[in-house]
């Protein structure tokens, strides 16, 4: 009986999991297959003919939508939010090691924006820059709304991060004469930097493709999920999938290249360290 229950749990578990990967990688999987459409074909199957028309179409002059420049100014933003998410994370998890006045509150008040809708955020910041008769953009507003996404994980991972460090190593360095400065720069930076490495790529992922605390912060110039959302009303053609396709393989090579540096600087430490 024992055995019959647990060969049941297992085939639910697997059904319930093959159902999870479909639900998450078929709409994907359909897009990139779509995008290979023939001159003549549409958004939907069946295709008709094969081709990479669509993608050479992509780089061609678009009667509708500017894709280069919303690709340039995505990445440049999530680059901006990478930086300073990391910046900032590091800074925080520092300053929140040792209780001081008023951490609860400020580390509460710090994730509250987690909880509060994104669309709420992307319309209250675009009011103040209107009030203050300031210019929305991309560069300023809209980073500022990026950072009330982004900087709530990277604390939350970096006090993680802290709770789990050792401070022997802090120690073990000022016992043999190193500042404060250098403990920081040569002992506690290496240790967490593939950490680091991760915080950097959540806030960079989580702000290249942030819809909704953009809508009301880009200004006059979209962004790349501003950009694709637009084609949506007017573009009826699979150029449209050829773009999701390439922002597709454009996120996993982020994530391959993220991964394969944490490779190297593990393998770079065995070898500094003679194992």
């Known amino acids: 009986m024992n055995s019959s229950r647990r060969g049941l749990s297992f085939y639910l578990l697997g059904a319930f999991f093959a159902l999870f990967v479909l639900f998450l990688y078929g709409p994907t999987a359909t897009i990139l297959i779509l995008s290979f459409q023939g001159p003549e074909g549409g958004l939907t199957f069946p295709m008709n003919g094969v081709s990479l028309h669509w993608f050479r179409n992509l780089f061609e002059q678009q009667a509708v939508g500017d894709f280069g420049g919303s690709f340039r100014r995505s990445i440049a933003l999530g680059l901006m939010v990478m930086v300073l998410t990391v910046l900032f994370s590091v800074l925080a998890g520092f300053a929140f090691r040792r209780r001081f006045r008023g951490s609860g509150a400020l580390f509460y008040l710090a994730v509250a924006s987690l909880i509060v809708p994104s669309i709420l955020v992307s319309l209250g910041i675009g009011l103040f820059f209107n009030i203050l008769g300031l210019e929305p953009a991309w560069y300023s507003s809209a980073l500022g709304a ?3 996404w982004t900087l709530p994980f990277g604390l939350l991972i970096v006090f993680a991060i802290f709770n789990r460090f050792n401070p022997a190593y802090e120690e073990a360095a000022r016992d043999l004469g190193a500042s404060p400065w250098q403990t920081v720069r040569h002992v506690v930076l290496p240790i967490l930097l593939p950490s680091l490495i991760g915080v950097g790529l959540f806030g960079f992922t989580l702000s290249y493709d942030e819809f909704a605390r ?7 110039f979209n962004t790349l999920p501003l950009e694709i959302y637009g084609m949506t009303t007017n573009v009826t053609t699979p150029v449209l999938y050829a773009l999701g396709s390439l922002t597709t393989v454009f996120s996993f090579t982020v994530i391959g290249v993220a991964l394969l540096g944490l490779i190297l600087l593990r393998r770079h430490r065995l ?3 003679g194992i």
Do not use: E, K, V
Request: hydrophobic content about 30%; aromatic content about 0%; glycine content about 8%.
């Open 146 to 148: 990026h950072l009330t």
């Open 214 to 220: 953009t809508l009301m912060t880009a200004g006059s």
């Open 271 to 273: 070898r500094r360290s």
